[in-house]
């Protein structure tokens, strides 16, 4: 029970029309959902991709965690995120063996619970981590 998947990709774009030109008018993908996250400044569509998903991310304002990223680096792959089982017990577990955890879980684009791991420590990619959706019993 303890499987790590791929929950989604995410990249930043300067506008998530433009990019849907080619991924659903040319590639065929579809949008599942799209959201504005207002405490990360940021539109996102998710498009399904078999168990998985890309994430568009847009810059609200240039003052987004994404219009900073685009600034200084372009448009490109964000993040890499993968879901885990218990989101609490994986983030202690980085927490006390030393790897940098960029803040405490916080709800994202579906009501997900989420965190993010510092590149330095995860070779050079930003990790975001996702709770397993509960089995509502
Ligand atoms: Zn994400």
Partial sequence: MSTIRIDHLGIAVRSIEDALRFYSGQLGMTV???ETVEHENVR????PAGESRLELL????ADSA??????KRGEGLHHVALRVPDLEAAAEKLRTQGA????????GAGGHLYLFVHPA???GVLLELIQEEQEHA
């Avoid at 847009?58 to 304002?61: A, F, K, L, R, S």
């Fill in 32 to 34: 599942a959902a799209r």
């Fill in 44 to 47: 996102v569509a998710m498009l």
């Fill in 58 to 61: 847009e810059p609200v304002n």
């Fill in 66 to 71: 994404i219009g900073k990223f685009l600034d």
């Fill in 100 to 107: 940098r955890i960029l803040d405490e879980p916080r709800r």
């Fill in 121 to 123: 420590s995860t070779g």
